[in-house]
């Protein structure tokens, strides 16, 4: 299984693929369901298939006085990601820049332009973006 660097060129066997995006922290019932939805996508139309996650939990970012805390390590989520079917794990490194794009330039610039993403699925209560704004109507406005 791969494991990308969203700040580094894709590549091009990866390009079109279904991407799970949340912070999937761990992999819980919600997670394994979200991920499973875009794995069973991408196999049904040939293409990869990506988990992508957030490292660190962007927590750390927005609150640094509380407590660190991490369910899994990217080593184990790695490893649990290949056991569900997916092709490649994804990790979002969560800093400045990352945390001051909008939800409109995370979509189109990384999740379209660099990834070339085919669809997305995600849970319904996962937001992104500059604060906060990017969530599942913004995802499918984009299509």
Same mark, same amino acid.
């Given at each position: 299984m791969r494991w990308l660097d969203h700040r580094d060129p894709v590549p091009e066997a990866l390009r079109g693929a279904v991407i799970a995006l949340g912070n999937f922290d761990g992999f819980h019932q919600g997670h394994q369901a979200v991920a499973g939805e875009a794995i069973g996508w991408a196999k049904a139309e040939g293409r990869p298939s990506i988990i992508a996650t957030f490292d660190p939990h962007p927590v750390r970012f927005f609150r640094p006085d509380v407590p660190p805390f991490r369910l899994t390590t990217l080593e184990q989520r790695q490893e649990l990601y290949l056991a569900a079917g997916a092709t +490649?794990?994804? !990790?979002?490194?969560?800093?400045?820049?990352?945390? *001051?794009?909008?939800?409109?330039?995370?979509?189109?610039?990384?999740?379209?332009?660099?990834?070339? +993403?085919?669809? !997305?699925?995600?849970?319904?209560?996962?937001?992104? *973006?500059k604060g906060a704004k990017g969530n599942v109507d913004l995802l499918r406005s984009f299509g």
């Open positions: +490649a794990m994804l !990790v979002f490194h969560f800093d400045a820049e990352l945390a *001051g794009t909008s939800a409109e330039d995370f979509i189109q610039t990384i999740l379209v332009d660099r990834f070339g +993403a085919h669809g !997305v699925v995600t849970g319904g209560d996962f937001t992104f *973006g």
